[in-house]
T-cell receptor, first 112, second 115 residues
């Protein structure tokens, strides 16, 4: 079963603009991670935020986490055509041996 | 550092036939995962190994799917007999074990088409 739901399902922006993707989940978590998947490839880890953190930055990426609302957002600033990919949130449920449950993903297209 | 190796990259079979996928994780990674990713969806965990023991296989359709990791390194995922709805990409991933957060490293995947 999918734990997270990303919103929007698809997003199309111009190069240089910012892209924001949202993720909602259902259970208590230890951490939330974001992964990127280029077409026909495996997933690549982008960033991890723990349940006791509210915001984290990595390069052009900014992730926020609101555990009271069970939601997270991923912001990509100054987007590039190379950012075109699917983005997935994944959660590590508290008290579960299962490592990660993935959401349904947001397909981001950055137009040159 | 070598990544997670998977083979074959592509496989086309008829329904009711069998297929096997192989995965070699990153050296030193004790935890290995098989995910199924249907087109347009997120990956769904099929089975998670810690060394050669199964941690979670609750979403593995055990009537047709099987997986093993005999020596705690390589793993094989088998489907027999295949159904049309098994058409998907089968992703292998690995991570360090232990408490705390674990980041997964994925292979490129094996794309299965069942006709």
């Amino acid at each position: 079963s999918q734990q997270g739901e990303e919103d929007p399902q698809a997003l199309s922006i111009q190069e240089g603009e910012n892209a924001t993707m949202n993720c909602s989940y259902k259970t208590s978590i230890n951490n939330l991670q974001w992964y990127r998947q280029n077409s026909g490839r495996g997933l690549v880890h982008l960033i991890l935020i723990r349940s006791n953190e509210r915001e984290k930055h990595s390069g052009r990426l900014r992730v926020t986490l609101d555990t009271s609302k069970k939601s997270s957002s991923l912001l990509i600033t100054a987007s590039r055509a190379a950012d075109t990919a699917s983005y997935f949130c994944a959660t590590k449920e508290s008290g579960s041996a299962r490592q990660l449950t993935f959401g349904s993903g947001t397909q981001l297209t950055v137009l040159p | 550092e070598a990544g997670v190796a998977q083979s074959p990259r592509y496989k086309i079979i008829e329904k009711r036939q069998s297929v096997a996928f192989w995965c070699n994780p990153i050296s030193g990674h004790a935890t290995l995962y098989w995910y199924q990713q249907i087109l347009g969806q997120g990956p769904k965990l099929l089975i998670q190994f810690q060394n050669n023991g199964v941690v979670d296989d609750s979403q593995l359709p055990k009537d047709r799917f099987s997986a093993e990791r005999l020596k705690g390194v390589d793993s094989t995922l088998k489907i027999q007999p295949a159904k049309l709805e098994d058409s998907a990409v089968y992703l292998c991933a690995s991570s360090f074990s232990g408490a705390g957060a674990n980041v997964l490293t994925f292979g490129a995947g094996s794309r299965l088409t069942v006709l």
